[in-house]
């Protein structure tokens, strides 16, 4: 005669079911494991999670970066051709590039404007005027970073107005 076992108990010779799985030996209860996944689960995630924000907002803050330079340089070549002298152009170029970079949220010391002029003199009806604006984004959230320096990236942005024949 044999034994139906439906618990996945194994079957002894004598067609009774016995104390062990079909895995194996049972253990006894207070040896096993419970709780441990979500202790588990909540320790993983916040290791893992943690840099992945981070990187996120580092990114998000190079992103804002570039559309900083971009915005700055535009802007700063067409003040600098309605000027109507290269020193007082100068001046209005790096005062509207420090301006549209702290509309993006970063620092004026973090940037730097660049004029050049082709051919040499910038005021000539027809001389194209280049501005470059350089922008270093530090790592967000980093304590003394002025003291060490660190930066997420060095964003850089050029732009070209011709001077007008008509002023």
């Known amino acids: 005669m044999e034994a139906l076992c439906l618990d996945g ?3 002894n010779r004598d067609g009774n079911a016995t104390g062990n799985w079909a895995g ?3 253990l006894p ?3 096993r494991q419970r709780g441990s996944a979500v202790v588990e689960f909540t320790f993983l995630g916040l290791l893992l999670m943690v840099p992945v924000v981070y990187f996120i907002i580092t990114i998000g803050q190079i992103q804002g970066g570039s ?3 971009v915005g700055a340089a ?3 070549a067409k003040v600098f ?3 109507r002298d290269e020193p007082s152009g100068r001046a209005a170029a790096e005062q509207a590039a420090i301006l549209a970079v702290a509309d993006h949220g970063h620092p ?3 940037a730097r404007v660049d004029v050049s002029c082709d051919p040499g003199d910038c005021m000539a009806a027809g001389s194209a005027v280049t501005v ?3 922008l270093s984004v530090p790592l967000p959230f980093v304590p003394f970073s002025d003291a060490f320096r660190l930066n997420a990236s060095q964003l850089n942005a050029s732009a070209t107005q011709m001077v007008g024949k008509f002023r």
Do not use: K, L
Request: charge should be negative; avoid cysteine; charged fraction near 15%.
């Open 74 to 76: 535009d802007q700063a």
């Open 67 to 69: 559309f900083a330079v």
């Open 132 to 134: 470059t604006v350089h």
């Open 29 to 31: 209860a207070a040896s």
């Open 24 to 26: 194996g030996p049972s």
């Open 9 to 11: 108990r194994e079957p």
């Open 108 to 110: 004026a010391e973090n």
């Open 81 to 83: 051709v309605a000027q």
